[in-house]
């Protein structure tokens, strides 16, 4: 059997961009999958349950239901087909050429640690079997605990945190616990984040009770000294920081920061997720930090699961150690064993030990790649990322805002402010366009201090053809939008769906979670 | 409802094409009306995706000619004079206005002012826009754009009608208009950015900060009508207005009214929220003049709030917020950095100029 050629000479239109890659002609899947509870046939069923022989005594009264639950009825092969259907529709990671999802770090999840976790000896373990038949897995814990000490310079390390966020909240919990434990918890009650750091730095925070205080940046791009000194105080908490921040610039001044927190008796919490562009260069701890914390799905390669579990890790000196989850993963020269009494803890983050799945993942990334390998790692995402900006800058209507002549490490926002003056043509319009050629870009987190934004980061796993592809695309994308404005403008073509509605998305009114959300509010 | 003469100054470089004289000038010089002809692309696209719409309009060059050539079949329900006025738009608004679910209107500013003038916030309005001048909110990015979004259904959001006058912007009022961010162009200088999340916290952080009774002034704004109206209360749009307990307790209040207000007894002390109107970054002493530095030194400048979504100071592009209060003295006693509440316990530091 011959696969179809997925590629046609479809040359891009930029003649400065050499090279020319083909262009990939692509189509998303033909079908809109509906949702699962449209799909309910009354009656269908997946399993017939036997009716029992012997008389099965009632649930307490208070255990029943009144009433069936509101699932949807389907057989086996429908469920399947189902989930099959939607898994087509997706534009992941192993399907294109991922480095438009800027901040995401979207590297290859190396399948050979997929096998890792298969193995029984993962896979059958049980989360309330005795410490003393787990001791492999305990180790494997403890060993990855001792890698990220090295990376970060921290003290202690927790891997319960399901994700970023979940890192970042627990970082907070313990920054709470601290001020707390020195009588100072009522006093302490703001944080301090800035407005290129991830969202989650304000929205956790804010979440464990705290006041936040945004800055802005400045006409360079860094966050504003100025107005930090003007934010600390005696209410101050923490410091919640990223660095390099999402516009791909390294804050020089960042051990100033730091001083003025202290200064002021803050603690000072940085968020590590765009690290894959320094790993092995500089650190945390380094800078003076007291916390940080590694999102391991998107550094350390484990799969980023689309909302869950992916995997994080809080790191933080001896001062806060008493304050981490518990429990934690001690050894004593001989045996591993977890340790929960830790009366100053902040208690669980999660059941158990962590997505223990995706540690073994990023256990064996980190061994398979050494020290040096992971060095390696942030130096070739630094130049891809700097190979990519000097392919895009040469296309019509982008800029590159801020810090004129600065290198960006591993990930660069981008401004397509004059093409959208030139042809009204919008940076999401262009992203919609971008996946009729089989891959897509992301504009940035809101709101667009960037005018019309675009966030491009490509981590180490691309290669030069991947990227002058990747460039050739929007080339061609960006000649449209000059020469024939309105085939980007109603784009996607070569999906199921063409137009889409971003409204339901930041209205409380409008939104729906749930199924039964989405039927009261539709009605 | 079209303004056939919309745009026809800005071909032969005139600033607008308000005004018979105007129109007069800008014909001898050579003008062409293209208003019918852009207000036909966006009927076209219309009638592809609702070809069932029911359409009613003006006679003539005001909307049935375009709507024929479109191949649409319109109710004529006003016969304007010849040449049309801005007259002919007032009239033919309020008339379209109660029949309609959306009015879409051909034109610029000017236009818009007249639709403004004509039925406010009473019906859902969309500009295609044809004319000079396009600095409201009111207009779809494009002719076609304007079709597309008149044949779906979508929230709606108040949107700023300005113009230029005198060689400033003033801001006339709002209209409702459906809110589909990437078809609608946001205000040129300044886009409001209003999303329900952002307005319902910092309603929230505003109550809790003017406490029980503790009356609350709001200056002029789209954030700050949006704060009244999640409250259930309309106030009017351009004035400074007073609430306590989420209740209207004076409507557009001069800054006499203001001042005996805000020295009277009450549960709370007075407390005031602005926000940033004008595009410019102005806090005080543009459009709210009724905040006088008597009012403002009564209730003291710590007591003073600045309300604004991010996406608002977002789209200040780094400018600075500026403050003309008419007393120097008292503008020099502002922070650099100003505490601006842009949510639910969530606050930006935004530089200041102190000029």
Redesign the interface.
């Known amino acids: 059997m011959s696969a179809p050629s997925p590629r046609t000479p479809v040359e891009p239109a930029d003649a400065r961009i050499a090279p020319k890659p083909r262009l990939r002609r692509f189509h998303q899947a033909r079908w809109d999958e509906p949702l699962i509870f449209e799909l309910t046939s009354p009656g269908e069923r997946g399993v017939g349950v036997p009716v029992p022989d012997l008389p099965v005594p009632d649930l307490p009264a208070g255990l029943r239901r009144s009433e069936a639950p509101g699932l949807p009825e389907m057989s086996q092969p429908h469920v399947l087909r189902h989930y099959l259907r939607l898994s087509q529709e997706n534009l992941g990671v192993d399907l294109n050429v991922d480095v438009g999802q800027g901040t995401c770090t979207m590297k290859y999840s190396p399948k050979v640690n997929d096998g890792f976790v298969r193995d029984p000896r993962i896979s059958e373990l049980h989360p309330l079997q005795d410490e003393s038949t787990v001791q492999g897995v305990l180790e494997i814990l403890y060993r990855l605990e001792g890698l990220l000490k090295e990376i970060s310079g921290m003290d202690r390390v927790s891997l319960q945190p399901a994700s970023g966020s979940s890192a970042i909240y627990t970082n907070v919990s313990m920054i709470r616990a601290y001020h707390a434990a020195r009588g100072e918890g009522d006093v302490r009650d703001e944080v301090i984040t800035t407005?290129y750091s991830h969202p989650t730095n304000?929205a956790a925070p804010?979440t464990a009770g705290?006041?936040?205080?945004?800055?802005?940046p400045d006409?360079d791009g860094y966050p504003?000294i100025?107005?930090l000194k003007?934010?600390v105080g005696p209410r101050t908490a923490a410091l919640l920081i990223t660095n390099p921040e999402d516009t791909g610039i390294f804050n020089p001044r960042i051990e100033e920061f730091v001083r003025i927190v202290h200064e002021a008796g803050g603690l000072c919490c940085y968020d590590q997720a765009n690290a894959n562009g320094i790993l092995g260069i500089t650190r945390a701890r380094d800078a003076g930090f007291d916390l940080c914390h590694f999102n391991l799905h998107k550094t350390f390669s484990t799969p980023h699961m689309c909302g869950g579990p992916a995997a994080g890790a809080s790191a933080v000196t001896e001062a806060l150690a008493p304050f981490l989850p518990r429990p934690t993963v001690e050894f004593d020269g001989s045996r591993y064993h977890l340790d929960d009494d830790r009366p100053e803890s902040v208690g669980k983050i999660r059941p158990f030990y962590g997505v223990v799945p995706n540690l073994v993942r990023a256990y064996a990334w980190i061994m398979a790649l050494g020290g040096e390998g992971l060095r390696a790692v942030a130096e070739t995402a630094v130049l891809n990322n700097n190979y990519l900006i000097s392919k895009v800058l040469r296309i019509r209507g982008v800029s590159l805002p801020y810090a004129e002549g600065q290198r960006r490490i591993e990930q660069a926002r981008y401004s397509w402010e004059q093409l959208n003056a030139d042809t009204?043509i919008?940076s999401?319009?262009l992203g919609y366009r971008v996946a009729d050629f089989g891959t897509h870009y992301w504009t940035s987190h809101?709101?667009?201090?960037v005018?019309e934004p675009m966030t491009l980061e490509p981590t180490e796993s691309y290669s030069q053809a991947d990227l002058d592809e990747y460039a050739a695309i929007l080339a061609e994308v960006v000649r449209e939008a000059y020469e024939d404005p309105?085939t980007v403008?109603t784009a996607p073509h070569n999906g199921p769906i063409h137009q889409m509605?971003?409204?339901s998305l930041?209205?409380?009114?409008?939104w729906a979670v749930t199924w039964r959300a989405y039927q009261r509010k539709l009605a | 409802m079209i303004n056939p003469v919309a745009g026809v100054g800005g071909r032969v470089g005139l600033k607008g094409s308000d005004g018979a004289e105007v129109q007069e000038r800008a014909f001898a010089l050579g003008a062409v009306a293209r208003a019918g002809e852009r207000a036909t692309v966006a009927l076209r696209e219309l009638r592809s995706r609702r070809p069932d719409a029911a359409v009613l309009t003006a006679a003539g060059a005001m909307g049935e000619d375009a709507a024929r050539e479109a191949g649409l079949s319109p109710m004529v329900v006003y016969a304007p004079g010849d040449p049309t006025s801005a007259a002919d738009t007032v009239a033919a608004a309020r008339l379209l206005a109660p029949q309609v679910e959306l009015l879409l209107f051909a034109g610029g500013d000017g236009t818009a002012r007249d639709v403004l003038e004509a039925v406010g916030a009473t019906v859902p309005v969309l500009g295609v826009p044809t004319g000079v001048k396009m600095h409201s909110a009111v207009f779809a990015?494009?002719p076609?754009?304007a079709g597309e979004v008149a044949a779906s259904s979508?929230?709606l959001r108040d949107a700023e009608v300005v113009d230029r006058v005198d060689g400033s912007t003033q801001l006339f009022g709002y209209l409702r208009v459906p809110?589909?961010?990437?078809r609608v162009q946001q205000r040129k200088t300044g886009s409001s950015?209003i999303?329900?999340?952002a307005v319902?916290g910092i309603a929230t952080d505003l109550l809790d900060l003017a406490g029980p009774g503790g009356p609350l002034v709001l200056g002029p704004g789209t954030t700050t009508r949006a704060i009244a109206a999640l409250w259930g209360v309309d106030v009017p749009v351009l004035g400074v207005n007073v609430l306590a307990d989420k209740r209207l307790v004076a409507a557009d209040v001069s800054g006499d009214e203001l001042l005996k207000l805000v020295s009277a007894d009450s549960p709370a002390p007075a407390r005031i929220a602005v926000t940033p109107i004008g595009g410019q970054g102005f806090l005080l002493g543009r459009g709210n003049q009724q905040l006088s530095p008597e009012v403002l030194r009564r209730v003291g400048l710590d007591r003073l709030h600045v309300v604004a979504?991010?996406?608002k100071?977002?789209?200040l592009?780094?400018r600075p917020f500026l403050v003309d209060t008419g007393d120097p003295e008292l503008d020099h006693e502002f922070?650099?950095?100003l505490?601006v509440v842009?949510g639910?316990?969530?606050?930006?530091?935004?530089?200041l100029e102190r000029q």
């Open positions: 407005q304000a804010k705290y006041k936040v205080i945004t800055l802005m006409a504003d100025e107005a003007a934010a009204g919008h999401e319009q809101h709101p667009y201090l005018p309105e403008r509605r971003g409204d930041d209205d409380p009114g409008t | 990015v494009n076609r754009a979508s929230r809110d589909i961010p990437t950015g999303t329900p999340d319902s979504t991010e996406a100071l977002a789209a592009g780094g922070p650099a950095y505490r842009t639910h316990h969530r606050t930006t530091l935004y530089p």
